[in-house]
């Protein structure tokens, strides 16, 4: 932050006393000899005179009356934003022995956010600017704030605005995908994809360590076994984990399911169940409006001896149930450098409910 020299800022009004005491006659009152004289100029600054477009971060806003918007959320890759509430003054009082003052045809804004982030090093990717009338100024220290996964940080900024502004827009962009708040209307603008403002906290929603499901295997020597699908985490979300991929639409989103595979039976004496790779085709996704959605090859992964296997299907961003299947004539598992074939049976289903708020 920078540092500024600040004085107290004082607001002063001049007026003229009347100068003759006032009688009565009748008891109407007498006008005052001389009228009042008031001035609108405002009272001597001796802080930082911000110029017109220049943002600071200040640790208070003293001397700010401050509003909240009805909805003040801003999302995008791995980051929730929102706008608590914002106000204007001539003057601020920043902290720490510092104040900020606009220009004589200019005032500030202030505006104060709470950051969430949900995933590491978004300071390299997500940036927040601000801009008045189309010229935009990063906000100072924004990649900080957004430094540490799931610790969120309040912060304040101040941003000097001409009296005759035509906008000022708050912007959290990633890539290709920049969200915008309106600080003047107090009200988020522009496109918006559902899934990133369907949680109240979070750009995505999910559920976590669903109820297990098996599918029936048998060796080559026709002992029997099962492999066991359980899914640790489904969630629903418009950017990819590895690349920030978005879907093809704003109405559509990103179901990854991540499930840990283990073993019973002749599987589970005969090789590991992280060495099993089962076809991307094996897996399919359903919804109980009859869409079938299959994998997403790009997005998904299925190595050898990972004990998490992803899968990512593409669904309308408004899925709040979904049910996963997996079957498949059979495949193979390794172990020790052996390579063992299975053959599978009927089907595993994992049923989810995805919150809808």
């Known amino acids: 932050m920078r540092r500024a020299l600040a004085l107290p800022a004082a607001a002063a009004t001049l007026a003229t006393l009347v100068a003759a ?5 009748g008891g109407t009152p007498t006008a005052a000899s ?10 001597p600054f001796d802080g930082e005179v911000l110029a017109d477009g220049e943002v600071v971060e200040v640790d208070k806003l003293d001397g700010v009356r401050l509003e909240s918007p009805d909805d003040g959320r801003l999302r995008n890759y791995g980051v929730a934003l929102e706008v608590l509430d914002s106000g204007t003054a001539d003057v601020v009082d920043a902290g720490g022995d510092l104040a900020y003052g606009a220009a004589d045809d200019a005032t500030l804004l202030a505006f104060r956010l709470r950051v969430t982030p949900f995933a590491e090093e978004l300071g390299e990717k997500v940036t927040a600017t601000v801009s008045v009338d189309g010229r935009q100024r990063a906000l100072p220290d924004f990649e900080y704030v ?3 996964e799931g610790e969120d940080a309040t912060v304040q900024y101040v941003v000097a605005v001409p009296n005759d502004r035509r906008e ?6 990633y890539a290709g995908l920049a969200q915008h708040f309106d600080l003047l209307e107090g009200r988020r603008t522009g496109d918006a994809p559902d899934i990133l403002y369907r949680s109240p ?14 599918l029936a295997l048998t060796d080559e020597d026709g002992e029997p076994g099962t492999y066991v699908l359980a899914v640790t985490r489904a969630e629903l979300t418009y950017f990819t984990a590895e690349l920030g991929d978005v879907p093809g639409a704003d109405d559509k989103a990103w179901l990854v399911v991540t ?11 005969t090789s590991e169940a992280t060495g099993c790779v089962v076809p991307f085709a094996a897996f399919t996704l359903g919804d109980p409006a009859g869409g079938v959605y299959p994998v997403v090859d790009k997005h998904s992964t299925m190595e050898l001896f990972d004990t998490a296997k992803s899968l990512v299907f593409e669904v309308p961003a408004d899925l709040t149930a979904a049910t996963l299947t997996l079957s ?18 009927g089907a595993a289903a994992v049923e989810m409910t995805l919150p809808e708020d």
Request: overall charge negative; glycine content about 10%.
């Open 168 to 173: 000022v827009e708050l912007e959290l962009k």
């Open 21 to 25: 005491g006032c009688g009565t006659t």
């Open 34 to 43: 001389s009228p009042a004289q008031t001035t609108t100029s405002r009272a």
């Open 328 to 345: 498949t004539p059979g495949f193979s598992c390794r172990s020790g450098g052996i390579e063992s074939p299975f053959t599978a049976t």
């Open 259 to 269: 499930y840990e595979p283990s073993g019973e039976g002749s599987l589970d004496r």
């Open 201 to 214: 906290d979070a750009p995505s929603v999910f559920v976590e360590n669903l109820t297990p499901a098996k």
């Open 146 to 148: 957004v430094d540490t």
